[in-house]
């Protein structure tokens, strides 16, 4: 969430910088709901003294010529009416904090200073381009129609199995899906330096309000029934492993933290509507090789520049053409401050499509989790900054492979960067 400081200091700065994501931040309403907390503050600070004042009036009442009975009872009566009234301003200042809370809860991450202008997808900037797109001497298939040749990848089955958007797949479609995984760990934590990571796929409320999925994204969770609470899964790997710092204070010795976690995601896709229904690329449950960064502030700008070029690496070694593009503000997360995004083209369809995000958040997934790291040069805690990026969506990746590597016999080739987990394979189909 947004320091409260920064609210309250500079209410109109912020509501200007919110429009960049098509956010309207009515600054008057909150500067009015302030003002009435801080009148509920003072009220009940006034009525706390006179509560003091009103507990050392029997001496007063005694020397005044009262018994101590009469006196106590004078007081006792006193007291009684100061604590209905403080009772209601309590009361009062709880329930407006809470709004403010719920508020606060509510705002998006304020876009980064560089963060272009736009509505929409279409309004992003082009950073760079790697490699030129594919041109195969035959009309491309897409990976559907791959998948359905080879017999390999079936989306009939997983419909009747649970329903759509999802797949199954078999045979050597399945240990490509497998070997494109071993390749973006073995990438990321030998080369990359990252700590492969183990989380649940499951989380509670807290975890998905710390990353800012809740409250405001719950119709895209799937939720399950536990008990006497329930639990969520995850959407992805970033909010169990952003959460491990939850409630924490790292030693600055110990940053940057780097963590590289594969987990299954899953998503409703409640606000899809009937986009890409046909294949992998919009699913109820995919695949992720997600990277985590936790670092300082002032190093922040250059670890988003590092995760996007780690996510880039696997796209280099499978020698997939892909561009870069920085999300304008009307595109830009609900959490981040700034956002590379990773396009993989896709011969199938003749154009680039989303394979990755990596974004910066600054301090505002920390702040929501109390995520800190103590300066050593202070000895205080301060919050970290957090950053995540796919490194990579792995359903994606494989049908960008299947695409790119198409033979006019219907065959995938192997990318020579998956040879060595697939026994040397030289084609699949």
Known sequence: MLDIRRLRENPEDVAQ???????????????????????????????????????????????????VDEAKAEVAKELEAIDEKLGVEVEKARAIQEQINDLLMSIPNIPDESVPQGKDEDDNVEVRVWGEPTQLSFEPKD???????????????????TGSRFAVMQGQIARMHRALIQLMLDTHTDEHGYSETYVPFMVNADSLKGTGQLPKFEEDLFKIPFNDTHYY??????????????????????????????????????????????????????????????????????????????????????????????LCGGDLGFSAAMTYD??????????????????????????R?????????????????????????????????????????????????LKRYMNNLEFIG
């Open 342 to 367: 990773l396009e993989v083209w896709l011969p199938g369809q003749q154009k680039y499509r989303e394979i990755s995000s990596c974004s910066n958040f600054r301090d505002y997934q920390a702040r």
């Open 143 to 161: 990976h559907v129609d791959l998948g359905a040749a080879i017999g390999e990848l079936n989306f009939e089955l997983a419909a009747k199995i």
């Open 233 to 326: 899964l995850i959407p992805t790997a970033e909010v169990p492993v952003t959460n491990i710092a939850r409630d924490e204070i790292i030693d600055e010795k110990e940053l940057p933290v780097m963590m590289a976690c594969h987990t299954p995601c899953f998503r409703s896709e409640a606000g899809s509507y009937g986009r890409d229904t046909r294949g992998m690329i919009r699913q109820h449950q995919f695949e992720k090789v997600e990277l985590v960064q936790l670092v300082k502030p002032e190093d922040s700008d250059a670890a988003l520049e590092s995760l996007t070029g780690h996510a880039e690496a696997i796209l280099q070694k499978l020698e997939l053409p892909y561009r870069v593009v920085k």
């Open 17 to 67: 910088a919110l429009l960049k994501k098509g956010y309207s931040f009515d600054s008057e309403s909150f500067k009015a709901l302030d003002a009435q907390r801080k009148e509920a503050d003072v009220s009940s600070q006034s009525l706390q003294a006179d509560k003091k004042k009103a507990s050392k009036k029997v001496g007063q009442l005694i020397g005044q010529g009262m018994s």
């Open 369 to 417: 989790m109390q995520a800190r790291w103590r300066n050593a040069e202070t000895g205080k805690p301060e919050l970290l900054n957090t950053l995540n990026g796919s490194g990579l969506a792995v359903g994606r990746t494989l049908v960008a492979v299947m695409e790119n590597y198409q033979q006019e016999d219907g065959r995938i080739k192997v990318p020579d960067a």
